[in-house]
């Protein structure tokens, strides 16, 4: 079985760091403003969009400005696509004739889908029209990508420049995310998926006749459109319930690995592009490295109790005790395992297997993987900027042992970038732990877990901290569609994203304004040490953060099972 596991990820892995490398270089061309193979084809769309937004390719903003800009368009999305919800059942493209959908639901859907959390408490191809899915999820799924990747080279770009009060420009940095990156990889993604049989249809339904000899009525719609920038974008929404485990999503094996990769690839690629703007390669790798270190221990531990299987069904005698519950035949234990911790550790959601139905260590792993601030390869750009954050900490703590002020890239850490930095990160971990003791106080709130016990509480534990990590998974144990999870999870999101952006925003608006100093003794941010560092505060600031619903919850369910 080692063997067998070795040979299915290991290839992977590899494959993903070459694909990471190149397309990290190739973002940051793009960001710069050079010329890349995609400009004679895209370039007059940027330069169209440009002059419709009546915004300057060389126009430049303050951090204030940038930030106002981000929100501003935030809001009109989010404004947007609730109206959109609300007056679908009026609006054209709507062959199933679906009725508006419920006011606490069609908040939460809009705040998820802004915020690029892509949390459903509802099953999309009974609620959402294909209007409302193609013009409403599936746009702001390019939008909140495109905004996530804008702030991570803002927040890059604040520490390449000095001496100056600019970071770039919001639209400009849009603009390019959306037409260099985000539209040709979905493109290319949603044709092979069409190829292999991913459904992209605007018939409302299928008629088939069952072995039974009973009719039935099979869903369809625009799947591939969505599923690929869900994937390429981090975003994670499912256009069918069941997600990436309907084989309407993702048809076979090789869909399954497809889909994994795209989403993994630009969160992997920004290190790299944040070495390549530097100008010190060095520097992005040892980001890099400390992601791709975290990602494959708990993918290891995943894997090693996953496949070790249920204590329980071992005693049964039932296939060795291999926990296939709540899995895919079609994808087993490894590709199952893999899904999930990679869509955990970037912010995702999607999911091909039912968390719900993994053993208890590899739940928490998956809720580790969201509690420490989606850091680990994260959210496109937002993950970046999260490691950023945990690096000032990081220096801090060493500038403490060393007795210096702590210093990254020829730029002094004051007061200011620390205090951001504790917002950015401590921010979304409290309002996450007050929105699960609330849910906890509340005994409908508790009711809605299907399960009692250590497991029950897992299932709250996973949904808050999903909304609080801008994930979107969901444990599939839990009636979250209620008035109460709608709207706390709704606001839990809000803070999980901008707590994140602003303070990464103001950090580049500060660092920016600053001289490059040479300071004669400076504690290198390249070395296996710093890498090793890097890891033990973001595990250290996570785990001690949440180690007491992590002890209550999935290692609590461990222990009863031995």
């Given at each position: 079985m080692l063997e067998k596991t070795l040979v299915a990820v290991l290839p992977f892995i590899v494959v993903l760091t070459i694909g990471a490398v190149f397309v990290g270089r190739y973002l940051a061309r793009v960001f710069q403003g050079q010329h890349t193979f995609l400009t004679p084809i895209v370039g007059g769309v940027e330069r169209g969009l440009l002059r419709i937004f009546g915004v300057r390719q060389d126009e430049e903003q303050t951090w204030k400005q940038y930030a106002v800009s981000l929100l501003l368009f935030n809001a009109?999305?989010?404004?947007?696509?609730?109206i959109l919800q609300l007056l679908q059942q009026w609006l054209p493209g709507n062959p199933q004739h679906l009725g508006a959908v419920r006011l606490d639901t069609a908040f939460n859907a809009a705040v998820s889908f802004m915020t690029n959390t892509n949390w459903q408490s509802y099953s999309g191809e009974t609620t959402m029209s294909y209007l409302t899915q193609m013009l409403g999820m599936t746009v702001q799924n390019f939008l909140s990508a495109a905004t996530g990747i804008s702030v991570a080279i803002a927040l890059v770009r604040g520490f390449v420049r000095r001496s100056t009060n600019s970071i770039g420009c919001f639209w400009v940095d849009l603009t390019r995310a959306l037409v260099y990156v985000l539209l040709p990889m979905a493109l290319v993604l949603s044709l092979v998926l069409v190829s292999q049989g991913t459904v992209q249809t605007l018939r409302p339904t299928v008629a088939l006749t069952t072995l039974e000899g009973q009719a039935q009525r099979i869903a369809v719609g625009p799947a591939a459109s969505q599923v690929a920038i869900k994937h390429v974008g981090t975003n994670g929404g499912g256009f069918f319930n069941a997600n990436a485990a309907h084989p309407f999503e993702s048809p076979n094996p090789f869909t399954d690995l497809l889909l994994v990769f795209s989403l993994l690839l630009i969160p992997a690629a920004l290190p790299f592009t944040f070495g390549e703007m530097l100008g010190d390669r060095k520097q992005g790798t040892a980001l890099f490295l400390a992601m791709l270190i975290m990602f494959s221990i708990g993918l290891g531990i995943s894997l090693h109790y996953e496949l070790a299987g249920n204590p329980a069904l071992a005693q049964a005698g039932v296939a060795g005790g291999v926990n296939m519950e709540g899995k895919e035949q079609r994808f087993g234990p490894i590709m199952s395992t893999l899904f999930a911790q990679s869509t955990t550790v970037t912010s995702t959601g999607a999911v091909d297997s039912m968390h719900d139905s993994f053993t208890p260590i590899p739940g928490l792993i998956m809720v580790f993987n969201m509690t420490v601030g989606e850091v680990i390869f994260g959210g496109v750009g937002v993950g970046l900027v999260g490691m950023l954050l945990y690096v000032v900490l990081t220096l801090f703590i060493v500038g403490l042992m060393i007795g210096r002020t702590p210093e990254y890239l020829g730029k002094?850490?004051?007061?200011?970038?620390?205090?951001?930095?504790?917002?950015?990160?401590?921010?979304?971990?409290?309002?996450?732990?007050?929105?699960?003791?609330?849910a906890f106080s509340i005994p409908s709130a508790v009711a809605s877990a299907a399960n009692t016990g250590s497991h029950g509480m897992t299932e709250i534990i996973y949904a808050c901290a999903s909304a609080a990590g801008n994930n979107g998974s969901a444990f599939a144990g839990l009636n979250a569609n209620t008035p109460f999870y709608n709207v706390g999870l709704a606001l839990l999101m809000l803070v999980g994203r901008f707590a994140t952006i602003l303070p990464g925003l103001a950090i580049a608006g500060?660092?920016?304004?600053?001289?490059?100093?040479?300071?004669?003794?400076?504690?290198?941010?390249?070395?296996?040490?710093?890498?090793?560092?890097?890891?033990?505060?973001?595990?250290?600031?996570?785990?001690?953060?949440?180690?007491?619903?992590?002890v209550l919850g999935p290692l609590l369910e461990f222990l009863k099972l031995r």
């Open positions: 009109l999305g989010l404004c947007f696509l609730f002094k850490l004051e007061p200011r970038e620390m205090l951001m930095a504790v917002v950015g990160l401590l921010g979304p971990p409290i309002a996450m732990l007050l929105m699960a003791g609330l500060s660092v920016a304004a600053k001289k490059r100093v040479q300071s004669g003794v400076t504690f290198s941010t390249t070395s296996t040490l710093f890498v090793f560092m890097l890891i033990f505060v973001v595990t250290i600031v996570g785990g001690l953060t949440y180690f007491s619903p992590l």
